[in-house]
């Protein structure tokens, strides 16, 4: 699965990539995350609950932050098992542009899944993909005083 978008955040660049590397800010806006710990400045660990179609998974992983260019970008990958569900893994490259007194978010994903989820169909999978990015980068506007457009 590919995944790509632009997301404006009503917040100066440097206060969005600090919130994108404060564990706590990420843990209240990943839908279904459960926990989120930073095992170093560039490792995490999460435990992250979702349901998608028929198939609910706890999912338990690590990411790996890599490519920093504090405050505007980085490369985010990671691999989580889902125990009988399957397993997901995957990266993102996460772009911040100013604009103004905004922030222009982008970002490019590629993510891999096994095991029952892949049996689920690709367009379910996608608009499931999609509906969490949106509602992840919706709660990061608002924590950020403003919301996303």
Excluded: H
Excluded at 13 to 36: F, H, T
């Amino acid at each position: 699965m590919d995944m790509s978008g632009e997301e404006r955040i009503a917040a100066p660049r440097e206060a969005v990539w600090a919130a994108l590397n404060d564990p706590e800010v990420l843990k209240a806006c990943i839908p279904g995350c459960q926990s989120l710990t930073m095992k170093s400045p560039t490792e995490l660990e999460a435990t992250v609950k979702i349901k998608i179609g028929p198939v609910s998974a706890t999912f338990t992983g690590e990411v790996t932050l890599s490519n920093l260019n504090p405050p505007e970008s980085y490369t985010i990958s990671g691999e989580g098992k889902g125990g009988i569900a399957g397993f997901a893994k995957g990266g993102a490259d996460v772009r911040l542009t100013e604009d103004g007194g905004e922030t222009i978010l982008a970002y490019d994903v590629r993510a891999q899944i096994g095991g029952k989820l892949a049996q689920l169909g690709s367009r379910l999978i996608d608009s499931t993909s999609k509906k969490l990015a949106t509602q992840f980068f919706a709660d990061l506007g608002a924590r950020l005083g403003g919301g996303a457009a």
